[in-house]
Each structure stands twice: as C-alpha cells, then as structure tokens.
C-alpha cells in the first residue's frame, strides 16, 4: 500500500510557471509508473502525464511542450513542473500509481491560472 500527498499548488499567472509534487509513503516507488492527472469541476478527470519506472515519460497532447514529468526515486517523490499556464490548465491535479491492479490517489492540489 502507498500513500500519495500533493504539495505545490496555487495562483499563477498565465504565462507561469509553477512546480508541484507528489511525496509517497508507505511503499517505495522506484518499480512503480507514476501519473499525473487533473480534473476540473463537472468534468472527468483527465491524464496529464506519465513516467514509467525507467523514466520515460509520456504527455497528454494539450500539456506537452510545457509540462515535465520528473521523478526523484531516493527522495520517493514525483514533480510535474508546468510552464507556459494557461487559464485552461487550472484544475485540481492529482497523482497517482497502479500497484497490483489497485489505484492510488493522493488528495490533490488546486492550480488556479489567472490575472
């Protein structure tokens, strides 16, 4: 079992730049893909990125270009550094990892791009 806590997020300005992370406790992550998804009120949650346990990484295409997906495998953390915001990218963002067919979340953190 692991447990995911997202930390990092708040208010940007379009055109920001803002770094959140996720932290894991419980289980290490180094065998582990790990995501980021996000969600928006009324919406469904949506897949921003992935990094595998061999840290390639894959992007959902409204992110990519300016989001990165790292991983920090000592430190059992995941960051997803955003730049170039837009307002359409505020949502909540949560992380997550498939561990022998179950679902982890953490409880999310609010990025809200604004002037």
């Known amino acids: 079992q692991v447990q995911l806590v997202e930390s990092g997020g708040g208010l940007v300005q379009p055109g920001g730049s803002l770094k959140v992370s996720c932290a894991a406790s419980?289980?290490?992550?180094?065998?582990?893909?790990m995501n980021w998804y996000r969600q928006t009120p009324g919406k469904q949650r949506e897949w921003v990125a992935t990094i595998t346990s061999a840290g390639s990484t894959n992007y959902a295409d409204p992110v990519k270009g300016r989001f990165t997906i790292s991983r920090d495998n000592a430190r059992n953390t995941v960051y997803l550094q955003m730049n170039s915001l837009k307002p359409e990218d505020t949502a909540v963002y949560y992380c997550n990892t498939r561990i022998l067919g179950v679902n982890y979340w953490g409880q999310g953190t609010q990025v809200t791009v604004s002037s």
């Open positions: 419980g289980s290490s992550i180094r065998p582990y893909h």
